[in-house]
């Protein structure tokens, strides 16, 4: 059986502690049950957190992971817009059917109070990096324009993506964060997108 590396080690307890958090909420969830679940040790938990609430911050790190998994599932030439809208279909699904919206609000309402690092922000997340790179190989094959650099339109996706987790937010998760966007991120990012044989 292969040892654990430290980083699985802690991605095991992170995506364990996640979800405790959905199937029975964040107050009912204790430390106990989250080592249990991630079949590690009391030594191993306090090795990388010092509390439940430390694990509020790892949420990014969550959608992290299903960023890696998503970048190995673009299917054969897909276009980078159209790999966009995947990655943000994806990722909106698994926050519709895994994260408790009561939580994500308290997780970016601790975001926007913060005096230490704001984790949803940091650009060295693969967040970033896969964004960045979609978005640079879209421009240099014509697909998306180049009126923008990279890191512009990676800002103006993300900032999208976070305008609707906040009003599903406000609104309690009572609509399908999915669907919502699935119907509106196309027409919002269209102005970024070249069409096949358009002007160069």
Known sequence: MAKRGKDSTKSIIIKAAWELFYEQGYDETT?????EKSATSKGSFYHYFSSKDELLSTLSTVWDN???????????????????????KELFTMIDETIDAELLASLYSSQLTTKGQVHLLDQNR?????LNEIVF???QKGELTNAHSPFEITKMYALLER???????????RYSLAEYSSAWMPLLLGSIREEPGGSE
């Not at 430390?31 to 080592?35: A, N």
């Not at 998503?70 to 817009?81: H, V």
């Open 137 to 139: 190989e879209g421009q």
């Open 163 to 173: 305008a609707f987790i906040y009003d599903w937010c406000m609104c309690q998760g």
């Open 31 to 35: 430390v106990e049950q989250i080592i």
């Open 66 to 88: 299903k960023y890696e998994e998503l970048k190995q599932q673009f299917p054969e030439q897909m276009n980078s817009f159209d790999k966009l809208l995947f990655l943000n």
């Open 126 to 130: 693969i967040y970033y990096q896969l």
